[in-house]
């Protein structure tokens, strides 16, 4: 069985991404993991973590109803997401990475966001990028 990880965050990109990802491990057979990162630092305080263990238990109850095998993982690191996505995918020896991107002005369209133009070069695997609606 392989591996499709997905890099999950709770705004519109990251829901498109974990469509996506849910669709291509069903179409794969594929087992999904999905990384949930946060640098951590004094942003990250309690009231954070609840809420990002509230958006995780949102993401499990749609793995369990898709009916696909899945990993959560939630890291607070002090890594940049890009860094965390790459290295879970190597672990995991992924087919596939699927980041969401978010949409930009004409003048931001110049510039990819640096941790997807990070995992879009140094990944091992191909990678799927996706837009929201």
Request: hydrophobic share 45%; proline share 4%.
């Given at each position: 069985?392989?591996?499709?990880?997905?890099?999950?965050?709770?705004?519109?990109?990251?829901?498109?991404?974990?469509?996506?990802?849910?669709?291509?491990?069903?179409?794969?057979g594929?087992?999904?993991?999905?990384?949930?990162s946060?640098?951590?630092?004094?942003?990250?305080?309690?009231?954070?973590a609840?809420?990002?263990?509230?958006?995780?238990?949102?993401?499990?109850?749609?793995?369990?109803?898709?009916?696909?095998?899945?990993d959560?993982?939630?890291?607070?690191?002090g890594?940049?997401?890009?860094?965390?996505?790459?290295?879970?995918?190597?672990?995991?020896?992924?087919?596939?990475?699927?980041i969401?991107?978010r949409r930009?002005?004409?003048?931001?369209?110049l510039?990819?966001?640096s941790?997807?133009?990070?995992?879009?070069?140094d990944?091992?695997?191909?990678?799927?990028?996706?837009?929201?609606?």
């Open positions: 069985m392989g591996t499709v990880v997905v890099g999950y965050v709770p705004k519109p990109e990251g829901e498109a991404a974990l469509s996506k990802a849910i669709e291509e491990a069903k179409l794969r594929s087992k999904l993991v999905v990384v949930n946060h640098r951590g630092g004094q942003d990250f305080d309690a009231a954070a609840r809420r990002a263990e509230a958006e995780m238990e949102s993401v499990k109850s749609k793995l369990d109803a898709a009916g696909i095998d899945h959560l993982r939630q890291l607070v690191r890594f940049e997401p890009a860094e965390d996505l790459i290295s879970i995918a190597e672990a995991n020896d992924a087919e596939l990475i699927v969401g991107l930009r002005s004409p003048v931001g369209k510039i990819l966001g941790n997807a133009q990070r995992i879009l070069l990944a091992h695997c191909p990678v799927l990028a996706v837009k929201a609606d």
